[in-house]
């Protein structure tokens, strides 16, 4: 291979050129398509390739060409996955599939509503400490530090009568089907 750099010096760069594109052809178009996985797509590339490699002829000094074009094409297949990651065109199922939901539907709104109705009249049933408790912390969603912070009680007895109120909670849903 060397003589072949050697030989570069007395012919032009024109023919040197031609001389790579005849002799690592398949080569090069072979990485590419199997770093990309499609034949269309390693053309383009093969082509990218040698278009880099005619760019930067000059500063080349004819040694180890084979693993010089095989350098450009193995980082030309990494810039064109990096960028098929991320110009990826979802289909327009999996496109509003993973689109949050902006609005609930009215079904669900009202759903909702009808859940929280129910576990506030659940609540309502229990008797005091639970009763405020589990308001606070199952309809209005208060946290138990907040719901410390606002009864004045240490925060090991509003976790506990939370957990108790939720007992008793599970136990009412369950007898009212």
Known sequence: MESKG??????????????LID???NLVYTICCKAVGNPFDAE????EVFLSAYKKLSD??????????????????LDFLKR????????????????????ATPEECYLHQEAKQQVFGLCQEL????????ILH?????????????????VKTIQ??????????????????
């Open 60 to 77: 080349f000094d004819g040694k180890y060409e084979k693993a010089w074009l095989c350098k450009i094409a193995g980082n030309k297949c």
């Open 138 to 154: 199952f309809c209005h969603e208060l946290s138990v530090q907040e719901i410390a912070t606002k009864t004045g009680k240490n």
């Open 160 to 177: 506990t009568q939370v957990y108790r109120a939720k007992a008793m909670l599970k136990k009412r849903m369950g007898r009212s089907g």
């Open 6 to 19: 050697r030989e570069a010096d007395r012919i032009s760069q024109q023919d040197y050129f031609e001389y």
């Open 127 to 134: 008797d005091n400490p639970y009763r405020d408790i589990s």
């Open 23 to 25: 002799q690592y052809q």
């Open 84 to 103: 098929a990651g991320r110009r990826s065109i979802p289909t327009e199922e999996i496109f509003f599939r993973e689109m949050p939901a902006q609005e």
């Open 44 to 47: 383009d590339i093969t082509q």
